[in-house]
């Protein structure tokens, strides 16, 4: 009878160390979750001299629909500056993925002329690949257009990817505001805030 006891007894503790082992990593990536949605929005103050929209998957050479709801906010936003009499430099932001026609610049810089914003104040970024190049190459290509120092920026992204953005930009020393843009339906939200919450783990270790 000793040797079945021991072997239970055994078992249950391992049952019980992996439910405590299940219970922490729980814990973490609900506490990740919250620091995810507890960013998801817009954070505007001061004057920006640039306007950064980070890119996005295409659908074909057209924006997809996330995109599509990053380009509307930052057109919403530059009408308002607009209104004020504010016209800053406008960098879109995003290289070509190998299942992509074009670079996301370009798609982007077509959409946003398509909607009457001039060409002379769109810079376009096509090199990049992930959000850190998205912000040191846009910043690399302001300066090239004669902002230098540590200029005020705008940046445009959808809601769920704001509280990296900022990690990251505090990180380069980049003065920011943001945009939140909603994703276009609930299942995308969803599963982009449950996909973020590793994404900014990975960003937090190694970017």
């Not at 629909?65 to 919403?76: G, H, I, K, S, W």
């Amino acid at each position: 009878m000793g040797k079945p006891v021991r072997t239970v007894r055994r078992i249950n503790r391992v049952g019980r160390v992996l439910l405590v082992l299940f219970a922490a990593a729980l814990a973490a990536f609900l506490a990740l979750e919250g620091i995810v949605l507890a960013g998801s929005r817009s954070d505007l103050h001061g004057v920006p001299e640039a306007v950064i929209i980070l890119g996005c998957k295409l659908w074909g050479e057209e924006p997809s629909p996330a995109l599509a709801r990053r380009l509307d906010a930052a057109l919403d936003y530059l009408e308002d500056l607009k209104g004020e009499g504010v016209t800053p430099l406008v960098v879109v932001s995003g290289g070509q993925g190998d299942d992509e026609p074009m670079p996301e610049a370009d798609c982007m810089a077509e959409y946003l002329e398509a909607h009457g914003v001039p060409a002379g104040q769109i810079i376009r970024e096509d090199e990049s690949t992930n959000t850190v190049e998205n912000l040191q190459f846009s910043m690399a290509r302001l300066r090239e257009h004669g902002l230098e120092g540590s200029p005020h920026v705008t940046i445009v992204s959808n809601d769920f990817h704001l509280a990296r953005v900022r990690m990251l930009a505090g990180r380069y020393g980049i003065d920011c505001s943001t945009v939140a843009a909603p994703m276009p339906d609930w299942p995308s939200r969803i599963y982009s805030n449950l996909r973020e919450a590793p994404a900014l783990v990975k960003s937090f270790l190694l970017d």
